[in-house]
């Protein structure tokens, strides 16, 4: 019972990444309807709709720790469901390109704070040898999200004129769903206990989730992790180590190139010679293939380990980028090269950066600054998500793929340099003995 009870509530919070892939991915078929609808600019065009989500989720991601530690982790998670719910109603009723561009901040808002809260929760509630895999859940439903966003643009396009206001409403729905059902969740018992002091839910709720343990050595364990010097601040010097690495991951993972491919990949399968509709359905043929590999995984992230994972990630991101690359280069897009070098790009993603990116932040941190540096993590991960789409409009005007992907490529030996020397294994040990593993002793 305790273990269909966690899985229950940690897909529940997963769900967050479904709204969060959905409304990441859905853009891609909206992007040129829009510009041409309202005229916009290349630069206005990917300001104003194409990155203002994604300046949403750094906001989102900035402060999406402050309700985290305030008002606790459920209730942060049913108001991003709310504020889900508000941009998918207002994005496909939008009248000009400020008031679309308003309503998809709040949903970049929503994405951004998802990706704050609920990694947070789901390892506060996973055991050690579990807790990959739970926290995975947020992963998987990412891409099950930009999976769903693919075919639902496709199948949506032949509605006209308008159909790009169904693309992005239809999310109503789900955001509807998934807020009833964070109701029927707990709170993670660390909040409980280390935020306001209530050993007897938070004891509850460990028994639910581990009947037969002890439960309360348990709790003393996690009353414990909270003795430290300095309490309740990131930016001491004790946590450097911890800093680093959360914001290497988020770094690397937006330089991959991964944002720009899955926003912009309708506008890169034409320019290697595809019609609009095959290349929306070869989109969706990312978003197949993303989902199986992060499937993949998940399986393998709690018994190969994140650190295998980001090594065997780093290498099919540099083969398949410099492969793209020189297809570009060459102009040579006779066959089915770039579809299949960016399929192999995005297994490379989904099974290392899009496995671990999630897991491995909310590990690294102790219990009582998690959420603090959930939020510094997801923030660096967010700024150059927006930066790179912000951008991209406009280098596509100036270059091809060629330079484009080989920059990708020079960022990705680094991300392997970086794995190879610096990246410790989290893998099947606790939060309290990680704490004391990476914290610097005074």
Avoid at 177 to 203: G, H, M, N, Q
Wanted: charged content about 15%.
């Amino acid at each position: 019972m305790s273990k269909n009870k966690l899985f229950y509530w940690s897909f529940v919070v997963s769900i967050a990444g479904f709204l969060f892939g959905f409304d990441t991915a859905v853009i891609s078929g909206a992007d040129q309807p829009i510009q041409e609808l309202w005229h916009l600019s290349d630069f206005s065009h990917g300001f104003f709709i194409m990155s203002m989500a994604l300046w949403g989720t750094v906001f989102g991601a900035m402060f999406g720790g402050i309700p985290c530690e305030r008002i606790g982790r459920k209730n942060t998670l049913i108001l991003i469901g709310v504020l889900y719910i508000v941009s998918a109603l207002g994005s496909g009723l939008a009248w000009d390109p400020l008031s679309f561009s308003f309503f998809r901040f709040i949903g970049g808002v929503g994405v951004g704070a998802s990706s704050v809260a609920a990694p947070t929760y789901i390892s506060e509630i996973a055991p050690a040898h579990r807790r990959g895999r739970l926290v995975a859940l947020y992963q998987f439903n990412i891409v099950f999200g930009i999976l769903l966003a693919y075919i639902s643009n496709y199948l949506l396009e032949g509605l006209g004129g308008d159909a790009w206001r169904w693309m992005l409403g239809v999310v109503t729905l789900p955001s509807i769903i998934y807020t009833a059902l964070v109701f029927t969740v707990p709170e993670s018992p660390r909040w409980l206990i280390l935020k306001k002091k209530d050993d007897v839910k938070a004891k509850k709720i460990l028994e639910e989730l581990n009947p037969g343990s002890d439960t309360q050595l348990e709790l003393e364990e996690i009353r414990q992790s909270s003795l430290v010097p300095e309490k309740g601040k990131l930016f001491t010097g004790r946590y450097n180590k911890s800093i680093m690495l959360a914001f290497l991951i988020a770094f690397f993972n937006q330089w991959s190139g991964i944002n720009f491919i899955i926003y912009y990949s309708p506008r890169i399968f034409e320019s290697a010679g595809f019609g609009s509709s095959t290349a929306l359905l070869s989109s969706a043929g990312i978003g197949i293939i993303n989902l199986i590999f992060t499937m993949v995984g998940m399986y393998l992230i709690d018994r190969a380990g994140r650190k295998k994972l980001m090594l065997i990630g780093s290498l099919g991101y540099i083969f398949s980028l410099v492969m793209i690359s020189i297809v570009f280069y060459q102009q040579n897009f006779d066959g089915i090269q770039v579809p299949i070098y960016l399929f192999l790009f995005i297994a490379s993603h989904a099974i290392g950066q899009g496995a671990v990116i999630w897991v491995y932040i909310s590990e690294i941190f102790p219990n009582h600054i998690r959420a603090s540096g959930q939020s510094l993590g997801t923030t660096t991960h967010w700024i150059f998500a927006a930066l790179i789409t912000l951008m991209m409009p406009y280098l596509l005007s100036k270059f091809n793929g060629g330079p484009i992907f080989a920059f990708f490529a020079g960022m990705m030996v680094l991300q392997l340099l970086f794995v190879l020397f610096l990246m410790p294994e989290t893998k099947g040990i606790s939060l309290e003995d990680l704490q004391k593993k990476l914290a610097r002793e005074k």
